[in-house]
Nanobody, 116 residues
């Protein structure tokens, strides 16, 4: 189970920090990620982080967002800075494991709205 928190309304240029608490998975052996979906658009990659800390970012957030994880706390975060209206979306946490036992788990999502 993945439970996101930290979404809300923020003005352009502002910051938010999303959290995702995981349970029932092998957190330390999972690739953790954040994805987002805006109305009428496809779900897109925001950022991922491997168990060893290697990160990957979508082009639209590179340099503004930072993903991090704590394997002792089974938690992954997304620090979002310099937010713009185009960042408005539902943000989903994801846990992926491609070796046995395999899984691809999604959270329920948290709304982020960037507006003045």
């Amino acid at each position: 189970q993945l439970v996101e928190s930290g979404g809300g309304l923020v003005q352009p240029g502002g910051s938010l920090r999303l959290s995702c608490a995981a349970s029932g998975i092998i957190f330390g052996a999972s690739v953790m990620g954040w994805y987002r979906q805006a109305p009428g658009k496809r779900r897109e990659l925001v950022a991922t982080v491997t168990s060893g800390g290697t990160t990957d970012y979508g082009d639209s957030v590179e340099g503004r967002f930072t993903i991090s994880r704590d394997n002792r706390k089974n938690t992954v975060w997304l620090q979002m800075d310099s937010l713009q209206p185009d960042d408005t979306a539902v943000y989903y946490c994801n846990a992926l494991r491609k070796v046995t036992p395999t899984y691809n788990v999604w959270g329920q999502g948290t709304q982020v709205t960037v507006s003045s």
